[in-house]
């Protein structure tokens, strides 16, 4: 199977670089796959899951934020807030912060206020989602 590089990258670290046969990310538009030879590509992605398939058959998932994903000259590159593999999420804390991102939805708040918790809520149900608990 033909592979392509992968990198994704957050503000702290490269928090996977290898290769890979498929990646399906999620856009404000939908889902979209890439794989080797795809046309070159930006979009910006949303909280959600990121499959990565490095044999073509199987995939390991990982809760992303916001951010994104740009495949040229063979390569694709992930760029987002936050990244964690499903395996490690801690599925208390991501309940704790769905549980106060829904308090701070519901009190009284600035615009600015509001669309920070309605940001959290989506991480946390993503983390929540990606865990295999929601």
Do not use: C
């Amino acid at each position: 199977m033909n592979t392509f590089k992968l990198k994704i990258i957050t503000p702290e670290k490269v928090f996977y670089e290898g290769d890979a046969v498929q990646i399906i990310a999620k856009t404000a538009a939908g889902n979209v796959g890439i794989m080797a030879g795809h046309t070159p590509y930006v979009a910006n992605i949303v909280p959600s899951p990121l499959r990565i398939s490095e044999n073509g058959t199987d995939f390991r998932v990982a809760a992303v934020s916001a951010g994104v994903v740009k495949f040229e000259n063979g390569a694709a590159t992930v760029v987002t807030t936050a990244v964690e593999w499903a395996e490690d999420i801690d599925i208390a804390r991501a309940e704790r912060s769905k549980e106060r991102a829904e308090r701070e939805l519901a009190a009284e708040a600035s615009d600015k206020e509001f669309r920070h918790a309605e940001q959290r809520l989506k991480r946390a149900l993503n983390r929540l989602t990606v865990s295999g608990k929601k």
